[in-house]
């Protein structure tokens, strides 16, 4: 069993930066690729990006590439998302997530744990 927390959300005007971070404890993630999904209000949870279990591979979805970058320490069982640029749809609650694996994956099938989220409000 992996439980995952999420922290470093809040309010920003847009154009700022945040930072997400998200604590494992239970298992080591060193087993497990990372993702960051959101979902705002009225929609359906979306990709954000995704790490493999050793940090080699990322993935983006286009609406945050070049702004965006997802980190991991296996160390401290920690993943991170810098988050740049901010833009107002960019507001939703994010989630961490682990799935067990040596690929990379985007689809929110395809993970196992989840943490609860973090709120990120980005204002115009």
């Known amino acids: 069993q992996v439980q995952l927390v999420e922290s470093g959300g809040g309010l920003v005007q847009a154009g700022g930066s945040l930072r997400l971070s998200c604590g494992a404890s239970g298992r080591a993630l060193s087993n497990y690729c990372m993702g960051w999904f959101r979902q705002a209000p009225g929609k359906e949870r979306e990709f954000v990006a995704a790490i493999s279990w050793s940090g080699g591979r990322t993935q983006y979805a286009d609406s945050v590439k070049g702004r965006f970058t997802i980190s991991r320490d296996n160390a401290k069982s920690t993943v991170s998302l810098q988050m740049n640029s901010l833009k107002p749809e960019d507001t939703a609650v994010y989630y961490c997530?682990?799935?067990?694996?040596?690929?990379?994956?985007?689809?929110?099938?395809?993970?196992?744990?989840w943490g609860q989220g973090t709120q990120v409000t980005v204002s115009s």
């Open positions: 997530a682990a799935a067990r694996g040596v690929l990379i994956y985007s689809s929110s099938n395809a993970y196992d744990y």
